[in-house]
């Protein structure tokens, strides 16, 4: 075949020559952004967001451009155009700006023109400058102007032509003042010719509510509730929590699945491998003789216990995020009714899951890709249905990494389809092109590395990638901890490091989160060397006495507010890192297109000494000139500071305040 097809490359080609093409398009346009797979998916934005647009558009010669972006919402039918000029920059890139009022399917293009008018003012005033006879010129300027006036609006118009007549009568200096007018040119270059303007093919974008795009997270287990220890909390105690939890600013809370729990191999307390007589076994061994994934357990309360539960969190203003994990307990109805639908052995029994040195014998990984998969995918789709007419719309994706991309990629259009206002989190700690490919498949958010990422430099090249490289495609969500992941940084940092870690997440993300037993400080391991919560909740009953001394609430309450308050923290489009001369101080800023909200953080991240450095600011990112005074007000203490310059001062001591969060220019 190598010889073959080197033969073939040899032979003369006998086709007909290219055909020319229709038309001449002298303008190009390439580079655009946002564009996911080349436009093959749509990119992110979320209702109101300012997404930024970004296009190289260049032509031979010198010819003066002019370009703008179109966009509009689809929906059940295509919105009108709406449009903006883009503005020029550096290496041929114009810049521009879109928002989307609606959520749903949504479509943008850009388009540019050369600018007649405005090439001929910059040749004769390029003659005038070295003095060459700008006569001969003349009259094309005044040619160019009328073939103009008829796309001018009226009233512009009449003005122009009674100008133009008077100026006309005047000598070469009125003509030439009037022609090379900057309102003039201004006005001329923003007319769209009738022809000649090269046009993008329509890039998608799908457009979602703002909670996909910006939210607090709070992860709670409701059996812990209102629990003594021994017997379960219900969702009623759940919902009397929420009160609390609100009051921290959160805006959803997390359930890890509510549904009945298997018997059958079921895990004891620190996952032993067999259960005592009051073991309440793991959440996500999901089904029982009581049910599957659409049944509550009964421990919990019923069907009206639970919407009780979602009205208490919308009159508190928050929502709750329920668990869609797709596996299975030995004791699920589907193991009975549908054993086709799961792996097996060569032995014939079912094949547990697998994750050395954890084990999770008490659960039935799904078979995807089995014989029986349409039916298999139909029946997971319904779960959602069900939770959806309950008044659920948002989702955290247990393990979306372990099941088929194509099985997402049809469960998400069809959620798109019939149920736009969902939201879903993938929980992928996998490799990073498969956190990506969920992203692009269209999951509405995703954890991420932050858990551990702990250096300044660490930190900064992770957070750098995914505000910029992946915005577009994968919106992050920076769980601090979680009830699989105790960091080893906070197993040893003590409650500095839990300070710390809350601010970088709440201020690095639009999206973060938290679980339960953050606000104390739980920081002890179940060994040396692993992850693994000692007495984990994942296992046992953990009711918590949150009224103690020592509890992080306040601090979480006022970062919560600041975030309320301030849109910038809100949004993942405009962080930038500014330097610092100390490791440990890390240096940030996030800001709004228009820098009408900037907020600087500075953050100590060393959880048990105090330290002191210059940082070194990039004041044209904050809306500062370079050697003005401007005053910064600390958010989290009342302090203000007059700084000015580039480089100033700070000391940070983790046991008063893990760091700054500056208001600029207060």
């Not at 009259?139 to 008829?150: I, Q, T």
């Not at 919902?239 to 809370?253: E, S, T, Y």
């Not at 491998?273 to 089904?287: E, K, L, Q, Y």
């Not at 193991?335 to 999770?360: L, M, Q, S």
Request: proline share 8%; aromatic share 10%; with cysteine.
């Amino acid at each position: 075949m190598f010889w073959q097809a080197k033969a073939v490359q040899r032979m003369p080609s006998r086709s007909a020559p290219p055909p020319l093409p229709s038309s001449i398009r002298r303008v190009q346009i390439a580079e655009i952004t946002p564009a996911v797979d080349c436009g093959r998916r749509p990119a992110k934005a979320a209702q109101g967001e300012t997404v930024p647009i970004k296009a190289r558009i260049f032509c031979d010669g010198r010819s003066r451009l002019r370009a703008r972006v179109l966009w509009r919402g689809l929906g059940s039918s295509p919105e009108a155009w709406r449009a903006s000029f883009l503005i020029p920059g550096y290496d041929d890139f114009w810049y521009g700006e879109v928002s989307f009022p609606k959520i749903g399917p949504a479509e943008y293009r850009v388009e540019a023109w050369e600018d007649h008018f405005g090439t001929w003012r910059a040749d004769i005033l390029r003659r005038i400058e070295v003095g060459a006879d700008p006569g001969p010129e003349l009259e094309a300027g005044w040619d160019l102007l009328e073939r103009s006036l008829r796309r001018i609006p009226p009233p512009h118009r009449f003005r122009i032509a009674e100008q133009g007549r008077a100026s006309r009568r005047a000598d070469q200096d009125q003509q030439l003042g009037f022609l090379t007018a900057e309102r003039l040119v201004e006005l001329l270059g923003e007319i769209v010719p009738a022809r000649a303007v090269a046009q993008s093919q329509p890039l998608p974008m799908w457009v979602e509510r703002t909670r996909a795009m910006a939210g607090a997270w709070y992860e709670l287990f409701p059996r812990s509730q209102g629990s003594d220890g021994t017997h379960s909390g219900t969702l009623r105690s759940t919902a009397a929590a929420l009160p609390d939890i609100a009051a921290m600013g959160f805006d959803i809370v997390y359930l890890p699945p509510i549904h009945p729990i298997g018997e059958t191999n079921r895990r004891g307390a620190n996952n032993a491998a067999v259960a005592g007589p009051g073991d309440p076994g793991s959440p996500w061994a999901i089904g029982s003789q009581a049910g599957g994934h659409t049944a509550i357990h009964p421990e919990l309360g019923t069907l009206d216990d639970f919407r009780h539960l979602l009205a208490t969190a919308e009159a508190l203003g928050m929502e709750i995020a329920l668990d869609y994990a797709l596996q299975c307990s030995p004791d699920h109805p589907w193991v009975r009714e549908h054993p086709d639908w799961f792996a097996h052995r060569p032995d014939g029994t079912i094949r547990p899951a697998e994750n050395p040195p954890k084990r999770y014998d008490d659960i039935y990984p799904l078979d995807f890709s089995c014989r029986s998969w349409r039916s298999l995918w139909e029946a997971c789709y319904q779960i959602l249905e069900h939770w959806i007419a309950q008044g659920v719309r948002i989702f955290r994706v247990d393990n979306p990494h372990t099941k088929p991309v194509p099985f997402w990629a049809w469960v998400i259009a069809r959620l798109r389809q019939e149920h736009p206002e969902v939201v879903l989190l993938a929980e992928a700690f996998t490799r990073p092109a498969m956190m990506r490919e969920l992203g692009r498949l269209g999951f509405s958010q995703s954890y991420t590395y932050f858990t551990w990422r702990t250096t300044k430099d660490e930190l900064t090249a992770y957070l750098t990638e995914l505000s910029t490289e992946t915005v577009d495609y994968l919106r992050p969500n920076l769980f601090a901890n979680t009830p699989d992941i105790l960091t080893e940084e906070l197993q040893r940092g003590g409650p500095g490091a839990f300070r710390y870690r809350l601010l970088l997440a709440a201020t690095l993300g639009a999206s973060y989160g938290i679980y339960s037993g953050f606000e104390l400080a739980e920081g002890d391991a179940v060994h040396d060397g692993r992850e693994e919560y000692l007495d984990s909740e994942k296992y046992q009953f953990r009711p918590r006495d949150f009224t103690a001394a020592h509890s992080l609430r306040p601090l979480i309450a006022r970062v919560n507010e600041i975030r309320r308050q301030h849109p910038c923290l809100r949004q993942f489009r405009r962080l930038d890192f500014h330097w610092s001369d100390d490791p440990a101080i890390m240096c940030y800023s996030k800001t709004t297109p228009g820098l009408d909200d900037a907020l600087l953080m500075v953050v100590n991240l060393d959880p048990w000494q105090a330290h002191a450095t210059t940082v070194h600011l990039d004041l044209a990112k904050l809306g500062v000139g370079s050697d003005e005074r401007f005053s910064v007000r600390d958010l989290l203490t009342g302090e203000e500071f007059s700084w000015q310059g580039p480089h100033n001062y700070v000391s940070l001591d983790p046991r008063r305040y893990p760091g700054h969060i500056l208001q600029v220019g207060s």
